[in-house]
Structure formats: structure tokens, C-alpha cells
């Protein structure tokens, strides 16, 4: 069983900072990228961005030169640091990776958190 939990989602007020991490747990064999993504009410689910093993990464155009996506391998963490926040901002932000299992170590699949609320108040 592998688990991805996020956290640091809240409220803050526009301009403000927040730092969400998440980490996977679980017979995990490898992890190739992990990212993350956010859900809007009434949008569809959105790349925010995401990062190779080897520390490439990508981001989607309305969150370049705000948020920062980081990594450790070690500790099979992934986090997002966001700054200047928007409220346009707002949405659930999940943990995404993609990895395989001990059980299955050629097969690779993409595992998701349970999301955490990001609030930006105007």
C-alpha cells in the first residue's frame, strides 16, 4: 500500500506565502516524478507543477516566478513553496507521483494525495 500525505494548505491573504509538502510512504520501489496539481470548484484539475528525479522541472505560466517545486529522494518528499499569492489561487491542491512497488518493481503507476485546502482571501 502507498500513501501520499500532503500538508500546509490554510488560509492567507493575498501576497502572502505558503509552503505545502507531501510525503509517500509505503513499499515503494522507486519514485520517477512527483508534482502537483489543483481542483477549483467547478474547474477541472490543473498541473501547478512538477519535478523529474533529477530535479528537472515545470511549471504551469500563472504560477511561474511565484511557486517553487522541490524535492528530496531520500525522504520521498515533494514540496511546493508558493509566494505572492493570488486569490485565483484558491483551489485543492494535490500531491501527485509516479512510482512503483517493491511487489511490482518494473511497473510504474500514479498515486495521489487526498488533497489540502489552499484559501487566498482578497
Known amino acids: 500500500q502507498v500513501q501520499l500525505v500532503e500538508s500546509g494548505g490554510g488560509l492567507v491573504q493575498a501576497g502572502g506565502s505558503l509552503r505545502l509538502s507531501c510525503v509517500a510512504s509505503?513499499?515503494?520501489?522507486?519514485?520517477?516524478?512527483m508534482g502537483w496539481y489543483r481542483q477549483a470548484p467547478g474547474k477541472q484539475r490543473e498541473l501547478v507543477a512538477t519535478?523529474?528525479?533529477?530535479?528537472?522541472?515545470n511549471y504551469a505560466d500563472s504560477v511561474k516566478g511565484r511557486f517553487t517545486i522541490s524535492r528530496d529522494n531520500a525522504k520521498n518528499t515533494v514540496n511546493l513553496q508558493m509566494n505572492s499569492l493570488k486569490p485565483e489561487d484558491t483551489a485543492v491542491y494535490y500531491c501527485n507521483a509516479d512510482l512503483s512497488i517493491v511487489q511490482v518493481p518494473s511497473r510504474r503507476a500514479e498515486y495521489w494525495g487526498q488533497g489540502t485546502q489552499v484559501t487566498v482571501s482578497s
Open positions: 509505503g513499499r515503494i520501489f522507486s519514485i520517477n516524478a
Open positions: 519535478i523529474t528525479r533529477g530535479g528537472i522541472t
